[in-house]
């Protein structure tokens, strides 16, 4: 479904990510865990075409799209879904849905699929976006990029500013996503959420992978355990 | 008083519609266009020329609003194009002084081939009273034309989902593309918008007076003023500004004398650029 190779990205001539290589097969939920500052929006900022990437190859079923501007990726069918959001808040939850589906025709049975999945965008329908909750805004985010039933999403720390309970319920949903059979890639730096959720993960470190695997073989890795899920 | 407030009234829809293309490109695109007034003028003068040479008003003016969409079409795949390269206010700038250069040379052009070219249409038929003041036919077929104008552009922007992707990039750009909307798709198609909006400029106030080759700048500088007011971005911002400012200016003339007019105009663009920067309706970013 996606495979990344040799890729490399940054800011001013300053690469942030170094050489990495993974692949996202159909069906699967994968992660990609690392601490703030490890280069994991830089990675999908390049991989979704808000960034050039300095070198690489991004190939998403089969198709290179290395480098291609971001609103023709996202018709490909391989939605982002950033850290932040990015909705447009003087519009209603409504307006923001129907323009997840552009430039097509907004299914009725897919608005209220993603209804049923988050209630509460059906209860705050006609609410401008900017007025909710950042809880409320990530359903919509999320809702949104459903809205034009993408074969592969892209989450970049879907928990950011969301009180526990309120990201395990963002983790919940995308599980319900899951076993309908969407294949996921989710950056995240609370692990312990990501692994609950995910069948294989990269750890990225200053850029760098350090380790892949399986979620069972990373949560039994002593260094995984101490740096990331607080086991010494 | 109601005299004051209704002839305020036309003034400001007339405003109001000339703010409409100005904000719309700047807002959307970041791109100051100061040759937006030439706009204006050339949809003038292609309707002139167009009755001149025998046709009929309403084809005549069909093809000055194309005229008027073509112009916009031609800068956006002309001069516009390094301007879409830079970011805030390099943007900013480059538009206004690209566009500045384009207004001269067609205002050149226009006093050299066509000096004398203007437009007038005179709307047949004695004044029409309201609410006991009597309004010329001219003034109220422009005040149609223009609310008609506004509610297309609130149909467009509101119910259509070409307006709502439009919006989405003024709300936020990122989002756009992100959802899979091309920014630089929508401002083409907002410029060619502008254009007709300029031409429907030139047709509103050759109702009331005549539009001839010289009067780009002040259609500018008005559009300029009104768009600060309202809001970049902003066309309700626009129409409500433009009322607005339409009463003052009339109120003013008629209190004070014409010659204050505009400077009493810039003084309510200069107070709201300190009190309200966003401009009426505007939001923080």
Known sequence: MLEVKGFSAGYQGNDVIHDLAFHVDPGEAVMIIGSNGAGKTTLFRAMCGLLSPSSGTVLFEGDDITGLPAEYIARLGMKFVSAERHLFPRMTVQENLLLGAYPGKPDPETISGVMDLFPRLAERRRQHAGTMSGGEQQMLAVGRALMSRPRLLVLDEPSTGLAPLLAQEAYQALGVLRERGLTVLVAEQQVPLAMAFSDRGYVLENGFIRLQGTTEELAANPGVRSAYLGVT | ?285
């Open chain 2, 1 to 285: 008083m109601t005299a004051n407030i209704l002839d305020g009234i036309v003034l400001g829809l007339q405003f109001g519609l000339l703010a409409a293309g100005l904000t719309l490109v700047y807002g959307l695109g970041g791109v100051l266009n100061l040759a937006y007034g030439q706009m204006a003028v050339v949809a003038a003068i292609v309707i002139s020329l167009a009755m001149d040479a025998g046709l009929p008003v309403f084809p005549a003016v069909a093809v000055g609003l194309l005229a008027g969409g073509m112009f916009g079409l031609l800068l956006d795949l002309t001069l516009l194009r390094p301007v879409y390269r830079r970011r805030d206010e390099a943007r900013v700038l480059l538009s206004l002084l690209l566009t500045l250069g384009v207004s001269f040379i067609v205002d050149g052009f226009l006093v050299w081939r066509y000096p004398l070219e203007a437009l007038s249409l005179h709307i047949r038929g004695g004044a029409i009273e309201i609410l006991g003041v009597p309004m010329r036919r001219g003034s109220l077929v422009a005040s149609a034309i223009t609310l008609i104008t506004f509610a297309g552009l609130y149909v467009f922007f509101q119910r259509t989902t070409l307006g709502r992707a439009v919006r989405s990039v003024i709300e936020d750009e990122e989002g756009a593309r992100l959802v899979g909307i091309y920014p630089n798709r929508m401002l083409r198609l907002i410029l060619i918008l502008s254009g007709v909006l300029a031409g429907l400029v030139a047709v509103t106030r050759a109702m009331i007076t005549p539009v001839d080759v010289h009067s780009g700048l002040s259609i500018t500088v008005f559009a300029l003023i009104v768009t600060v007011v309202g809001g970049l971005g902003n066309v309700a911002g626009a129409l409500l500004a433009g009322i607005i400012l339409g009463i003052v200016n009339v109120i003013a003339a008629d209190l004070i004398g014409s010659y204050i007019s505009l400077i009493i105009l810039l003084g309510a663009a200069a107070v709201t650029i300190l009190i309200r920067p966003a401009g009426l309706l505007g939001v923080k970013e």
